[in-house]
């Protein structure tokens, strides 16, 4: 994993996301669209620096999951602060769309008419819930990570196309990951440290020239991409 010093005056995005997981996916992205590297970014929520001790002993909603997104979102006094004090910063808010028909997620499932077009609606239903809960503040400056249905399914757009189809993305990634990897490679699979995993998993992402063909394979990740991209200087 790369190292740098973190200078407090370089910090250029913050992230809301789900789990440890998702925090390294996405900032492999953010080094392949951005050049963004583990120093210009802070992770919000989940709280990065808990251990797997920690983690452990402590139940979904305290240290991730959509609840805990939502939460950071209505009450965002940190992430105002954070981006007051860095004023061209952009916030990050990922979130998985599979739950979105739990109580307190309440987002409308559309109608299926083809995987391109329920993609683009959940994405865009899903944003505008994210919008709701910020009270619509930073509208300017935020970048919606919606991963249709788990982020699995971006994953999945390093080994196959059209990854949008698939209802159970974690399984079918799971599965693949078994199949495609070699017995070396498998090693990573068996990593406890979350973050270490994807940021392993993911590292294809952060590859520039690499990054635009992986993105035309799922509609919500390419989605995510061309948000970014108003953001590149």
């Given at each position: 994993?790369?190292?740098?010093?973190?200078?407090?005056?370089?910090?250029?995005?913050?992230?809301?996301?789900?789990?440890?997981?998702?925090?390294?996916?996405?900032?492999?992205?953010?080094?392949?669209?951005?050049?963004?590297?583990?120093?210009?970014?802070?992770?919000?929520?989940?709280?990065?620096?808990?251990?797997?001790?920690?983690?452990?002993?402590?139940?979904?909603?305290?240290?991730?999951?959509?609840?805990?997104?939502?939460?950071?979102?209505?009450?965002?006094?940190?992430?105002?602060?954070?981006?007051?004090?860095?004023?061209?910063?952009?916030?990050?808010?990922?979130?998985?769309?599979?739950?979105?028909?739990?109580?307190?997620?309440?987002?409308?499932?559309?109608?299926?008419?083809?995987?391109?077009?329920?993609?683009?609606?959940?994405?865009?239903?899903?944003?505008?819930?994210?919008?709701?809960?910020?009270?619509?503040?930073?509208?300017?400056?935020?970048?919606?990570?919606?991963?249709?249905?788990?982020?699995?399914?971006?994953?999945?757009?390093?080994y196959l196309e059209n990854t949008s189809k698939f209802p159970?993305?974690?399984?079918?990634?799971?599965?693949?990951?078994?199949?495609?990897?070699?017995?070396?490679?498998?090693?990573?699979?068996?990593?406890?440290?979350?973050?270490?995993?994807y940021y392993k998993l993911s590292k294809p992402f952060s590859?520039?020239?690499?990054?635009?063909?992986?993105?035309?394979?799922?509609?919500?990740?390419?989605?995510?991409?061309?948000?970014?991209?108003?953001?590149?200087?």
């Amino acid at each position: 994993m790369e190292v740098c010093l973190i200078l407090i005056f370089n910090m250029k995005a913050v992230i809301v996301a789900e789990g440890r997981g998702d925090l390294a996916v996405i900032s492999q992205i953010l080094k392949g669209s951005l050049d963004y590297d583990l120093c210009d970014i802070k992770f919000q929520t989940p709280e990065y620096e808990y251990d797997q001790t920690d983690l452990h002993q402590m139940n979904e909603s305290q240290f991730g999951g959509w609840s805990r997104v939502k939460n950071t979102c209505i009450y965002n006094e940190d992430v105002e602060i954070f981006l007051e004090m860095y004023d061209e910063s952009i916030l990050i808010v990922q979130i998985d769309s599979a739950e979105r028909n739990e109580i307190g997620y309440d987002v409308n499932l559309p109608i299926k008419p083809n995987h391109i077009e329920y993609c683009e609606l959940v994405y865009d239903n899903v944003s505008l819930k994210i919008n709701e809960w910020l009270d619509n503040k930073f509208d300017s400056r935020i970048a919606y990570a919606v991963c249709v249905e788990e982020i699995e399914a971006w994953m999945l757009t390093l080994y196959l196309e059209n990854t949008s189809k698939f209802p159970n993305p974690k399984e079918k990634f799971n599965f693949e990951m078994n199949r495609i990897l070699s017995k070396k490679e498998k090693k990573i699979l068996s990593e406890n440290d979350v973050f270490k995993k994807y940021y392993k998993l993911s590292k294809p992402f952060s590859k520039k020239r690499d990054l635009p063909k992986f993105v035309e394979n799922n509609t919500s990740l390419n989605k995510f991409y061309d948000q970014l991209m108003v953001f590149k200087s």
